[in-house]
């Protein structure tokens, strides 16, 4: 059969990823990522998983449609073709890291996400299933890469002291110390592939969380792998219009750069950004996004007990030429934290559109799934310009160094 190039949106359809039920198979995760790979040295890695996905039958042997026909991207974020590093992506959503990083010339060799929902905006964007449950991949099965990136959940640490392990026979560490939790999976990871360099995020309270033992054993942890490590708290409004206050943590391999690579984090943008920056014209909203009578009166209601209370609990009205307080994951249930005045009505929630504007996605950025589960998956996502603009801080220390 003579080979010939074939869009991926055709490949999509037989392999019914237009469909409603978003992808989960690892096989798809499999196949995808080879066809993203093949040509960036790595598809080795890949090309077992989609060999046996596609002996399944999901497309029949003699289709045009096999995995080693060339395949012409129209997707809208297609893979860099003459990557400058290489990169993974850890619990990674729907792709803030993977955007920003492909945005200064990385290739992604892995993903890793769990949501079924947050996989379909990420393969509808990137043309790539990310691989599922983190806790079940093979770290020794993942390409070499040069910057591992994630945002990984914060979970509870128990710091148990060293007489206590001793007496059960255990080793002390602190890789020991963070077994049972998400983060224990990026250290193996990290461990085993030994990149340059990795960007971790999470949210601010990290750092005192637990009195602090949590960001202790963080820290001791990625240092006993042997890294050196530069933490700081970042505000995303230099980059968007919104309130949203992140930890950062940067490490580089001591085995590599000996402690010396001297990383500084980006000067931050003088200018802060404004609301009505990503609004979208008024008479284009729809009214659905307008508050019902019976909502807005129960938010105006709650606010002020609350305020006679002496707390600051309460909706949150936008200013126009200010910021907005921090989308969460919990938008979509009533939209209380960020509200947009209307003149003569209500005030109405964000569009799924406008919230993406909000975390600094591009217009282009395609949104396959429904309001309450795009207000999700904006309001776990990254601040996509901060990150882009902390990795070329990243790509360019270790580019001073000629690796």
């Not at 989609?50 to 893979?79: M, N, R």
């Not at 996400?113 to 379909?120: A, D, G, M, R, V």
């Not at 109405?348 to 217009?363: C, H, I, K, N, S």
Request: glycine content about 8%.
């Amino acid at each position: 059969m003579s080979k010939k190039t074939i869009k991926y949106s055709d490949l999509r359809k037989a392999l019914r990823l237009d469909s409603k039920k978003p992808p989960t198979d690892e096989g798809l995760a499999g196949l995808t990522h080879y066809l993203q790979s093949k040509d960036n040295g790595v598809g080795a890695s890949y090309k077992q998983l989609a060999e046996d996905f596609l002996s399944t039958g999901v497309i029949a042997e003699d289709s045009e449609f096999q995995y080693e026909l060339p395949i012409k991207y129209d997707i809208e974020f297609p893979p860099v073709k003459k990557p400058k590093f290489k990169f993974i992506d850890l619990f990674a959503g729907i792709g803030g890291f993977r955007m920003a990083f492909q945005n200064i010339g990385g290739k992604c060799v892995f993903t890793s996400e769990w949501n079924k929902f947050s996989k379909q905006t990420y393969e509808a964007n990137y043309g790539e299933v990310p691989f599922g449950d983190i806790t079940k991949v093979n770290e020794k099965m993942i390409p070499d890469h040069d910057i591992l990136c994630g945002g990984f959940p914060c979970q509870p640490f128990s710091l148990a002291g060293v007489s206590k392990k001793n007496s059960l026979g255990r080793e002390h560490g602190f890789k020991d110390e963070t077994q049972g939790t998400l983060f224990f999976d990026v250290v193996r990871i990290i461990d085993e592939k030994r990149p340059k360099a990795f960007i971790l995020e999470n949210v601010k309270n990290l750092v005192s969380h637990d009195k602090g033992n949590t960001f202790k054993v963080i820290q001791g942890t990625l240092r006993e792998l042997g890294y050196s490590i530069h933490c700081k708290v970042i505000d995303g409004k230099y980059f968007v219009p919104q309130h949203r206050e992140r930890i950062f943590i940067v490490g580089f391999d001591e085995r590599i750069f000996g402690g010396k690579e001297k990383f500084e984090f980006p000067e931050l943008p003088k200018n802060i950004r404004a609301v009505k920056e990503i609004l979208e014209p008024a008479d284009q909203v729809d009214p659905k996004y307008t508050l019902s009578d019976k909502l807005w009166a129960y938010l105006q209601a709650y606010a002020e007990k609350h305020r006679l209370k002496g707390n600051g609990f309460g909706y949150g009205m936008a200013k126009m030429d200010g910021i907005t307080r921090t989308i969460s994951a919990r938008y979509h249930k009533d939209g209380a934290e960020i509200l947009i005045p209307q003149e003569g009505k209500n005030p109405r929630r964000l569009t799924p559109r406008e919230a993406a504007r909000l975390q600094g996605y591009p217009d282009n950025f395609v949104i396959p799934v429904s309001d309450t589960q795009a207000y999700r998956q904006f309001g776990n996502s990254v601040v996509m310009p901060l990150i882009q603009c902390l990795g070329k801080e990243v790509v360019k220390t270790i580019s001073k160094w000629n690796l």
